[in-house]
């Protein structure tokens, strides 16, 4: 039995635009797929060289950065803590693992306490809302965005001022 390609992340724009690159014969496409919004599972996708493969869509603003991060979560409503993992980081949000499945419903808020790896080791504190819970997987979207913190935009960008990819 053959093993299926694992989907290919297609970042769709704010026009809902999405470049797809055909994984044997690397031709890239700019496709129009706002009639796809919505649509969790993968997509599958035939190239003119024949190939077929899958791809899964992905709507974000912001770039999202993988990252191995150590920190501390707070439960503001019970003051329940923990240590996590931050496995990737944007702006607006982040996820992180636990060492075992967290008391945490959607909605619940949490104050972050975690370290950046860049040269300054800058220390942030971030309050977030629980978006997602998958085991000891969770997503959270922070409360307060500033306009500009300087730490984390340092972090997520490159001396270069360009995305790290």
Same mark, same amino acid.
């Given at each position: 039995m053959a093993v299926s390609p694992a989907p290919q *992340? #297609?970042?769709l724009t704010k026009t809902y635009e999405g470049c797809i690159t055909c994984p044997q014969c690397q031709k890239r496409q700019e496709k129009p797929l706002a009639s796809f919004l919505g649509v969790t599972t993968? =997509?599958? #996708? *035939?190239c003119g060289c024949g190939a077929r493969f899958p791809i899964l869509l992905e709507m974000r603003t912001y770039y999202r950065k993988q990252t191995q991060l150590a920190g501390r979560y707070t439960k503001l409503?019970?003051? /329940? %803590?923990g240590q996590i993992t931050i496995v990737n980081l944007s702006f607006t949000g982040?996820? /992180?693992v636990t060492a075992t499945p967290p008391p945490f419903q959607l909605g619940?808020? =949490? !104050? =972050?306490h975690f370290r950046l790896?860049?040269?300054q080791q800058s220390l942030l504190c971030k309050r977030a809302e629980v978006k997602h819970v998958h085991g000891t997987t969770v997503g959270v979207a922070f409360c307060h965005l500033?306009?500009? !913190? *300087? %730490?984390?935009? /340092?972090? =997520?960008?490159? %001396?270069?001022? !360009?995305? !790290?990819?």
């Amino acid at each position: 039995m053959a093993v299926s390609p694992a989907p290919q *992340k #297609v970042r769709l724009t704010k026009t809902y635009e999405g470049c797809i690159t055909c994984p044997q014969c690397q031709k890239r496409q700019e496709k129009p797929l706002a009639s796809f919004l919505g649509v969790t599972t993968p =997509l599958r #996708v *035939k190239c003119g060289c024949g190939a077929r493969f899958p791809i899964l869509l992905e709507m974000r603003t912001y770039y999202r950065k993988q990252t191995q991060l150590a920190g501390r979560y707070t439960k503001l409503t019970s003051q /329940f %803590a923990g240590q996590i993992t931050i496995v990737n980081l944007s702006f607006t949000g982040m996820r /992180f693992v636990t060492a075992t499945p967290p008391p945490f419903q959607l909605g619940d808020l =949490l !104050e =972050l306490h975690f370290r950046l790896n860049d040269p300054q080791q800058s220390l942030l504190c971030k309050r977030a809302e629980v978006k997602h819970v998958h085991g000891t997987t969770v997503g959270v979207a922070f409360c307060h965005l500033n306009a500009y !913190e *300087k %730490a984390m935009g /340092f972090y =997520l960008f490159n %001396a270069d001022g !360009e995305l !790290e990819m």
